[in-house]
């Protein structure tokens, strides 16, 4: 298909020739810019948006990985740091730039306010990321239904509540995350509903939201809007195994917005423009590329989402495979430093991808066991929490009640994440082998009781317990990133796993120390009792 | 709807608080946020309403690419509000299909 437009070459127009072009200053090609910057290659990168830095920018939250992959950072101070090292080595960043065409004669066409430009290079990478797809329903046009990252543009970079009152459509770690953050800027996340019978995402960024009492519906899906301009309530219905609805099992919600977070596309228009040799996932057109990022046509690249959707740390790696590889073909890397390179790159990718959600493994087709052998928690799957026994077979949990702080870890899926290890400074907690393996308690575990795990894990899967704080009373330590922060000597109710209160509690000790990164560390004081189903607390009585 | 205490976010970064008029009000809005920001900040949820049908439409994408959320600002119509920044004073209508309210819908002001 040829693209509508005059062929850039054809026209006498003065090109500007580069070494190599980036389309998109998101992780996959701010990190591709300062692989290939550092070598002292000229660079030119072009975005669309105003600010660069693509998805990252709008992640407030803790990411999984280890060191290496900057895990327990937030996504923005990762951006923030890419962008100031991408300028340290003096590459171009153009924003507001939106590349219209791509031609295999690795020239593009790129639209600046009102002109269009062409520039032209050696090397392309695309790194244009995704965009989110949407799924219609009666009443989708209403004002009040937005997208996943509308509402984190308003909430995170603008300062501005989505709503008020909230249902997410998806459950996929896109709709937990953002379910999470609409949380933090004060909306009521109504409810999570996904037409799929077990939750996308994380289990561990499903329970965060299941304490705070956030209900999940997973084999539901929107039968309709109600509303005479803006949304009034959503209908919801529950659906059967071919995802057609049950009548009758119809629920209202009480909502103003509806969030959804039904999936994303990778933006590789521009790469099937160029005509790159294209194949079919999960519905969406990818390049066919080679281990080097390499697609089929020569002296084009494509790293990070565009690719095929992964994460910010998949990006990175692949940004700067891609560069490493043209940096080789431009002769500014002999073989073997080549080499060296790209194995360390292909071994960090290739731990990436082993958890759960890696490629090959098919992000919907769950696994019915942890890699180790332990059978999944179902609740986990259906209602975003763990129960007590179910957690009692996984090796983060130690069944003792001696007089010294306990830490209790549920995390009980593969996830490429190891935080927890990283930062005990008393060897508790081992996530042995690679990263995805389910970190484990030393048995011989002596806890300081510092809350560094607690609030360094990005899944607030670690807690505290002491089972002798005083007669009749336990203590559990558990983090908090909410708004307002609960003062010391607090009084009100305890809340299970689920949200559902189980007794009174106390808080005695509210930790913010600076090193924690803004996840306070609470801790509690509860009845006995209760103390293995108290894991949130909400203040004053009701 | 502004969001006064984030738990991670301590500052948003805003610019000067300035004044712009929506339709027959003035509100207020910090120069440089999305005009977009400045309405759902006041409350405001329709933007525009269709040609055909006149049925309301709001802010979906924010990233400039749906157009649902397109106005007419400073006289000029279609504008993105998701994307377009805020400057004092500006003015900025409701769109009725391709025009003002009132005037003839199908013709582009
Ligand atoms: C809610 C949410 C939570 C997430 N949480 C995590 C997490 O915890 N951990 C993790 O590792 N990852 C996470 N991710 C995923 C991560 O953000 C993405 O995988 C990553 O940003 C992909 O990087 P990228 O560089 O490929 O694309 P993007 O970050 O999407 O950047 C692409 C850039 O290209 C620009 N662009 C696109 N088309 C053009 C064009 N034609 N011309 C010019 N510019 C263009 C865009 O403006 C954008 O800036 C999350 C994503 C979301 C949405
Ligand atoms: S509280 Fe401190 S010592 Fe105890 S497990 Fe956590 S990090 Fe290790
Ligand atoms: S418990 Fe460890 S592996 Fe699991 S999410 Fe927390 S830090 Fe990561
Ligand atoms: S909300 Fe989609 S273009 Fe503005």
Redesign the interface.
């Known amino acids: 298909m040829k693209p509508n437009m005059d062929y850039p070459g054809k026209a006498l127009i003065k090109m500007k020739r580069y070494e190599l072009i980036i389309i998109g200053a998101g992780p996959a090609g701010l990190s591709a810019a300062i692989e290939a910057a550092a070598e002292g290659m000229e660079v030119i990168v072009f975005d669309e948006n105003q600010k660069p830095g693509g998805q990252l920018f709008k992640q407030i939250h803790k990411f999984f990985g280890s060191k290496q992959h900057r895990a327990r950072e937030r996504g923005f101070k990762i951006g923030e740091d890419l962008l100031k090292k991408a300028e340290d080595y003096g590459v171009e960043v153009k924003l507001n730039s939106t590349v219209i065409g791509l031609f295999d004669s690795k020239t593009v066409s790129v639209k600046i306010a009102d002109s269009i430009e062409h520039y032209s290079a050696y090397n392309i990478i695309v790194a244009a990321g995704a965009s989110e797809k949407m799924i219609p329903f009666p009443g989708w046009t209403l004002p009040g239904v937005i997208g996943a990252g509308a509402a984190q543009t308003m909430m995170n970079i603008e300062g501005v509540k989505p709503g008020e009152d909230v249902l997410m459509v998806g459950s996929g770690n896109v709709g937990l995350v953002v379910g999470y953050q609409l949380i933090q800027a004060g909306s009521n996340l109504k409810a999570v509903i996904d037409a799929s019978e077990k939750i996308g995402g994380y289990g561990v960024h499903a329970a965060k939201l299941a304490r705070t009492g956030v209900p999940f519906y997973t084999s539901h899906t929107l039968k309709e809007l109600k509303g005479e301009t803006e949304v009034e309530k959503a209908i919801i219905t529950e659906v059967d195994e071919n995802w057609q609805p049950i009548s009758g099992s119809e629920k209202e919600i009480k909502v103003d917005t509806v969030c959804l977070a039904v999936g994303l596309s990778p933006m590789s228009k521009l790469l099937e423009m160029a005509g790159c040799q294209m194949k079919s996932e999960a519905g969406d057109l990818i390049p066919i590329c080679d281990q080097y990022s390499k697609t089929s046509l020569e002296g084009i690249y494509a790293a990070g989402d565009v690719a095929g959707i992964e994460e910010a740390s998949a990006a990175m790696v692949e940004g700067r495979i891609a560069a490493a590889s043209i940096l080789k073909e431009l002769s500014y890397l002999d073989q073997a430093e080549f080499e060296a390179r790209f194995s360390a790159y292909k071994a960090s990718l290739e731990e990436l991808r082993q958890g759960m959600f890696g490629i090959g493994e098919g992000s919907w087709d769950y696994p019915q066991k942890s890699r180790e052998g332990y059978p999944l928690a179902k609740t986990l799957l259906k209602k975003g929490y763990l129960k007590a026994e179910e957690l009692k077979k996984f090796p983060g949990f130690i069944d003792k009640k001696s007089s010294e702080v306990i830490p209790i870890i549920e995390c009980t899926q593969n996830i490429p994440c190891d935080p927890c290890q990283d930062i005990c400074p008393k060897d508790c907690i081992k996530v042995e082998g690679d990263i995805v393996t389910l970190p484990e308690l030393d048995e011989n575990f002596e806890c300081s009781a510092c809350e560094l795990c607690v609030a360094a894990c990005p899944g607030q899967a670690l807690f505290l317990v002491n089972h002798n704080y005083s007669n009749n009373y336990s203590s559990v330590s558990f983090p908090y990133e909410f708004f307002p922060l609960p003062e010391l000597g607090s009084r009100g109710k305890a809340l299970d796993r689920a949200g559902k209160v189980v007794g009174e509690a106390e808080i005695i000790k509210v930790n913010q120390a600076k090193i924690n990164d803004k996840t306070a560390v609470l801790t509690m004081k509860v009845k006995d009792a209760i103390v293995d189903q108290a894991r949130f607390f909400k203040e004053g009585d009701f | ?3 006064k ?5 301590k500052d ?1 970064k ?1 610019e000067e608080l300035v004044e712009f008029r929506f339709d027959d009000q003035v509100m207020q809005g910090y120069s440089g ?2 005009i977009a ?1 400045a309405l ?2 006041n409350g405001v ?3 525009r309403y269709t040609r055909k049908k006149s ?9 400039g ?1 749906c157009t ?1 959320c397109v106005m007419i600002v400073d006289g000029r119509a279609n504008v993105r509000t ?2 377009e920044p805020l400057q004092a004073g500006m003015i900025v209508e409701t769109q009725y299909g391709l025009s003002r309210k009132g005037a003839n819908k199908n013709e582009k002001i």
Do not use: L, T, Y
């Not at chain 2, 205490?5 to 976010?9: C, G, R």
């Not at chain 2, 049925?55 to 990233?63: K, L, M, S, Y």
């Open positions: 709807m502004r969001i205490n984030h738990p991670i976010i948003f805003k946020e999305s920001a759902k900040a949820m329709i933007h049925e309301p439409r709001g802010v979906f994408c924010a990233i690419r649902d998701c994307v």
